[in-house]
């Protein structure tokens, strides 16, 4: 409230750095939000700070759920603005024959308040000018910051956002108090209708208490006091230990989901007091599967789960926001809600089987919508079991994995009906498994339905038949709104659509079977919403489905070393029908990267592109009675000589050998040849039959591998022989 | 009375504590709603300029919810204790922890959070954001920064408090089963309640007649739309809230399929859409004149 800089201070124009504390006090914002404001608070006041010519040492945000805060340490205490350069006259009319100044460049300077001392001739290509240098006056931070410091809270976003009084001011939830200090004077900034004030507020709901705060050490020591912890860094690990130790009195340790699932980090910003509680609930509900168990601690109490060897305890562990007076209390009553709760789940799982085998299931599907213009699940499980057929054929499936793949698309959505996946949506697949095998479903089927919406965090499908049932499923997914027109642009994306491409591309390069996306696409026609649009269209979306799911090649997380954009691009610009063979050239190309024999294939795709690019080649065959040279006759023979090797080896996708084959093979005999024999020559029969010869060499590497000619490597000088 | 607050003690306690802050004390309405906030006194009361302060306790239906009254926490049927604050008060977070206390609520003994909650009536047109208020875990209470009813875009900001009677008095009291709770001189809960919870379960799950229902939310709907073509908009909000309970009623049943849900859903909002709009048209001279003197 109280502004105690001294004017002194204000106005001096060289004073020491000092430190600039920013604490946006709030009602309890959202754990998913938080990670996002403390980036947002710390990249937004860098670029503010600097935009505002007030450097700093060193910059960092942090927060809990009841506050935001800014620390700048080292923050200039005046602002730092280049001079300024105004042009005046030019030097022609700023003096005369004599060199004194004329009525012109005084009237300048007068109008704009310098000196001559300050002035310069500058040289340009439109003349020489007369500058005059203004330093710029030297305002100092504190008088800058009132203004910047709600400009920087302006800028912070959230996925949703409210108002909360008349002001229009919008946030994440409710913003209640500002503590701004700058050294250990208190900066007047407002908000809305709030007011910035010297103080800090802890306590938590319960206790709220306003501390005067004089300066950022008293700060942080005010919140240390208080049993703050500020930094969300040390929180976590603080939380993770505490939760390791209670359950390592138990002989166990905290399940490993619940990090993996990201309880530890939803918990990490619920709290800004942590107090780890133990407790436990009735043994009877181990009967119901870990997830569920798992989920509905997570879900419902936020409380981490406890095993031992793998399996779980009767027990929990829950993170409290701050100390209660009486822990047992709080202790019961936790426990008595997780009993509850368990036993409406396990009323759910006992309802559920009451409807089982999982077939019976299944047939309620029809009544869910998958989308209102792509009918039903009943209908999205009939495409999957037809979109097996291809692939089954590509991966050369047994009968007995072709049997069990058909019956797990016919059953992989089923669990969607169960009490079980409407109360825990996120166990959908998972509860799937389960009902599959309590319907004595053969085990593959029960994995794969559980498999089918991977990956998801760094889980893969690790079934065969999984993978290929989670393949298919975004496949028909994303086949199906492109059919529709419906795709992803810039950030929309509502329905998944490139995460379910990713996840393709992730399953394929894992499973690494061939992936023929033309066969796919013919299947998948001859269905809705294909059907019923001209086959133009069709053949139109089944170019876009291709073309993105290859888009997704260059966000797609390589081995090292991960492919260069154009090794990329030279293997896209070769066949492109099976995704993984796609991939797996993109590899071994950029393996040869450094490879002498790279850059020879190269060479002769570069040179054979570049003469066909200027003729118009219209002879589609060589032939070899018009071959009229020794250097054309020797590259003829020795394509006829290599080329079923260089098929054969293409065949077995030994693209590394192939290419140094390809290589070795062409780039001398090619290099005499441009040396010896001219292509264009008047007579074009003889020209057109040379340049079908460098089209045949040409085609012999492009259309089995890449186009190199695509390469970078080209553009680089040529490596000391 | 500390130590034996009984369920009536509590509702007459929070009575007392939001007529302090300047509550119109409102009674229940009388046509089954699944929430405080189908009240006209809260639907309507958020929208427009006016000041409002509101409090009152609302039975609330939730068929889905029923449990035969095996469940200690779930019932079909359950009190909520609403307050409804336009414009909403900078300490608003503070007074309601106030309310808590003046209950009898030893709230120092128990771990209180607020937990994220985008709380949403698709059926309404409503949304704001706010909290779930957890004691030990247990959700207690909604608390929400209303931003939109009936479609319409708020001005002034109104807070809603819906506080869970029962889980409120099962905390004062140390109960573990709501049925027990005492809720009066020598009465129980669940000497209350505790057949209804039976029957009416039963009813909402097994006995409900699903074609009478829905010929019932086809004439709700209709009739909506005539009275207010009519300029009817109390009669016409009634039918709506008939339509949503019917609604309610029918997926209880299993009779409303995923596909059929959002049709639903959207043919309520319409109604509710433009119950607010004629609300508004019809308050606007009035607040004028209202708003002279405030």
């Known amino acids: 409230m109280k502004r105690r800089t001294p004017v002194s201070r204000l106005l001096s124009p060289v004073s020491r750095a000092t430190d600039l504390l920013l604490e946006i006090g709030t009602e309890e914002l959202p754990a998913a939000y938080l990670p996002g404001l403390i980036e947002q608070l710390g990249r937004e006041a860098a670029t503010l700070l600097q935009a505002h010519h007030l450097?700093?040492?060193?910059?960092?945000?942090?927060?809990?759920?009841?506050?935001?805060?800014?620390?700048?340490?080292?923050?200039?205490?005046?602002?730092?603005?280049?001079?300024?350069?105004?042009?005046?006259?030019?030097?022609?009319?700023?003096?005369?024959?004599?060199?004194?100044?004329t009525a012109a460049l005084l009237g300048f300077l007068r109008a704009q308040g310098g000196s001559l001392a300050h002035t310069k001739v500058v040289s340009s290509e439109r003349g020489d000018y007369v500058y005059l240098v203004k330093e710029p006056r030297a305002t100092p931070a504190s008088a800058v910051l009132p203004e910047l410091l709600p400009q920087l809270i302006g800028r912070l976003r959230?996925?949703?956002?409210?108002?909360?009084?008349?002001?229009?001011?919008?946030?994440?939830?409710?913003?209640?108090?500002?503590?701004?200090?700058?050294?250990?004077?208190?900066?007047?900034?407002?908000?809305?209708?709030?007011?910035?004030?010297?103080?800090?507020?802890?306590?938590?709901?319960?206790?709220?208490?306003?501390?005067?705060?004089?300066?950022?050490?008293?700060?942080?020591?005010?919140?240390?006091?208080?049993?703050?912890?500020?930094d969300q860094a040390q929180r976590r690990a603080w939380i993770e230990q505490a939760v390791g130790r209670i359950a390592g009195q138990a002989r166990g340790a905290a399940a490993p989901e619940m990090v993996s699932h990201g309880l530890l980090d939803e918990v990490?910003?619920?709290?800004?007091?942590?107090?780890?509680?133990?407790g436990r609930f009735d043994r009877t509900y181990l009967s119901l599967p870990r997830e569920v168990l798992l989920a509905s601690m997570a879900k419902y109490q936020r409380v981490f789960a406890v095993e031992a060897g793998g399996t779980l305890l009767p027990q929990f562990i829950a993170i409290l926001e701050g100390p209660p007076r009486r822990p047992a209390e709080v202790r019961k009553v936790m426990e008595r809600i997780l009993n509850a709760r368990l036993a409406d789940s396990l009323l759910f799982w006992i309802e559920d089987h009451q409807r089982l085998p999982l077939q019976r299931m299944a047939e309620a599907l029809s009544g869910v919508t998958f989308h209102e213009r792509l009918g039903s699940m009943a209908e999205k499980t009939v495409r999957l079991r037809a979109l097996a057929e291809p692939l089954a054929e590509a991966w050369q499936l047994t009968e007995e994995e072709r049997a069990h793949l058909r019956r797990a698309c016919q059953l992989a959505k089923a669990d969607l009906v169960s009490t079980m996946v409407k109360e825990f949506p996120t166990l959908q697949g998972v509860i799937g498994k389960h009902y599959a095998r309590d319907s004595e479903e053969p085990a593959p089927v029960a994995e794969a339905i559980e498999e089918q919406y991977l990956p998801a965090g760094n889980q893969r499908p690790r079934t065969l038949l999984g993978g290929a049932l989670a393949l298919l499923d975004k496949y028909d997914t994303l086949s199906s709104y492109f059919g529709l027109g419906i795709m992803p642009t810039g950030d929309q994306d509502p329905f998944g659509l490139r995460r379910a491409a990713q996840g393709i591309v992730e399953i394929a390069w894992t499973v690494h079977r061939p992936l023929p996306l033309g066969a796919l696409f013919r299947t998948r026609t001859s269905m809705?919403?294909?059907?019923?649009?001209?086959?133009?269209?069709?053949?139109?979306?089944?170019?876009?489905?291709?073309?993105?799911?290859?888009?997704?090649?260059?966000?797609?997380?390589?081995?090292?070393?991960?492919?260069?954009?154009?090794?990329?691009?030279?293997?896209?610009?070769?066949?492109?029908?099976?995704?993984?063979d796609v991939m797996d050239r993109i590899v071994t190309l950029q393996g040869l990267h450094n490879h002498p024999a790279l850059r020879k294939a190269a060479k002769v795709i570069e040179r054979t592109r570049n003469i066909l690019r200027g003729a118009a080649l219209r002879q589609p065959q060589v032939d070899p009675a018009r071959l009229a040279e020794a250097p054309e006759r020797q590259l003829w023979e020795?394509?006829?000589?290599?080329?079923?090797?260089?098929?054969?080896?293409?065949?077995?996708?030994?693209?590394?050998?192939?290419?140094?084959?390809?290589?070795?093979?062409?780039?001398?005999?090619?290099?005499?040849?441009?040396?010896?024999?001219?292509?264009?020559?008047?007579?074009?029969?003889?020209?057109?039959?040379?340049?079908?010869?460098?089209?045949?060499?040409?085609?012999?590497?492009?259309?089995?591998?890449?186009?190199?000619?695509?390469?970078?490597?080209?553009h680089h000088e040529e490596p000391a022989a | 009375m500390p130590g034996s607050r009984t369920f009536q003690h509590i509702v007459r306690a929070l009575d007392a504590f939001w007529e302090q802050e300047g509550c119109v004390i409102v009674q229940p309405y009388d046509i089954e709603m699944g929430a405080g906030t189908f009240h006209p006194a809260t639907f309507f009361g958020a929208l427009g300029p006016a000041p409002v302060r509101a409090a009152y306790v609302q039975p609330s239906r939730r068929p889905t919810d029923g449990r035969y009254g095996k469940n200690p926490l779930?019932?079909?049927?359950?009190?909520?204790?609403?307050?409804?604050?336009?414009?909403?008060?900078?300490?608003?977070?503070?007074?309601?922890?106030?309310?808590?206390?003046?209950?009898?609520l030893a709230l120092d003994d128990h771990d209180l959070r607020f937990v994220q909650d985008d709380w949403e009536s698709p059926t309404l047109g409503a949304w704001g954001l706010g909290w779930e208020v957890w004691l030990d875990s247990l959700e207690v209470t909604q608390f929400t920064y209303f931003q939109q009813v009936g479609g319409v875009d708020l001005d002034p900001i109104s807070c809603e408090i819906t506080y869970g009677l029962e889980r409120i008095a099962m905390f004062v009291q140390g109960a573990a089963d709501v049925y027990k709770l005492a809720y009066g001189p020598r009465t129980t809960y669940g000497d209350l309640h505790l057949a209804n919870e039976r029957e009416s379960s039963a009813y909402n799950f097994e006995h409900a007649d699903v074609a009478l229902h829905q010929q019932l939310f086809a004439s709700c709907e209709q009739d909506a739309t005539r009275l207010l073509n009519a300029k009817l908009l109390l009669p016409a909000y009634e039918q709506l809230l008939k339509c949503s309970h019917t609604f309610n009623l029918l997926d209880a049943r299993g009779a409303v399929s995923q596909s059929d849900r959002p049709r639903f859903i959207l043919r309520i909002r319409g109604i509710a859409k433009r119950c607010a709009e004629l609300y508004l048209e019809r308050q606007a001279p009035e607040t004028r004149d209202r708003g002279q003197g405030t």
């Open chain 1, 268 to 278: 990490t910003h619920l709290v800004e007091r942590p107090t780890p509680l133990a």
């Open chain 1, 528 to 580: 809705e919403p294909f059907r019923s649009v001209q086959p133009r269209a069709a053949a139109t979306a089944g170019n876009q489905v291709q073309r993105y799911l290859l888009d997704r090649l260059d966000t797609f997380e390589w081995p090292t070393p991960a492919p260069a954009p154009d090794t990329i691009d030279a293997v896209l610009a070769g066949p492109c029908d099976d995704l993984v």
């Open chain 1, 55 to 101: 450097p700093y040492e060193r910059a960092e945000s942090a927060g809990t759920p009841r506050r935001l805060v800014l620390i700048v340490r080292g923050l200039s205490a005046t602002q730092r603005k280049p001079a300024e350069e105004v042009r005046g006259p030019s030097k022609q009319a700023a003096y005369d024959k004599d060199g004194k100044p």
């Open chain 2, 74 to 104: 779930r019932m079909q049927r359950y009190y909520q204790y609403q307050v409804l604050l336009k414009p909403s008060p900078e300490d608003v977070q503070s007074r309601y922890l106030k309310s808590l206390r003046a209950v009898g």
């Open chain 1, 638 to 714: 020795l394509y006829r000589a290599h080329e079923p090797r260089l098929a054969g080896l293409a065949q077995d996708k030994a693209y590394a050998e192939a290419t140094t084959l390809f290589g070795e093979v062409f780039f001398e005999p090619l290099h005499r040849f441009f040396d010896q024999v001219m292509v264009n020559v008047p007579d074009e029969a003889l020209q057109q039959n040379r340049l079908a010869l460098m089209q045949a060499i040409q085609a012999l590497y492009t259309d089995r591998i890449a186009d190199l000619s695509k390469l970078t490597l080209l």
């Open chain 1, 158 to 230: 959230a996925p949703k956002t409210m108002r909360w009084d008349a002001s229009g001011v919008r946030f994440a939830r409710p913003i209640r108090w500002l503590l701004a200090l700058y050294g250990t004077s208190a900066l007047r900034c407002s908000l809305g209708t709030l007011q910035s004030a010297s103080a800090t507020r802890v306590g938590g709901p319960l206790r709220p208490r306003a501390v005067r705060v004089r300066s950022l050490e008293g700060y942080l020591r005010t919140l240390k006091q208080a049993g703050v912890a500020l």
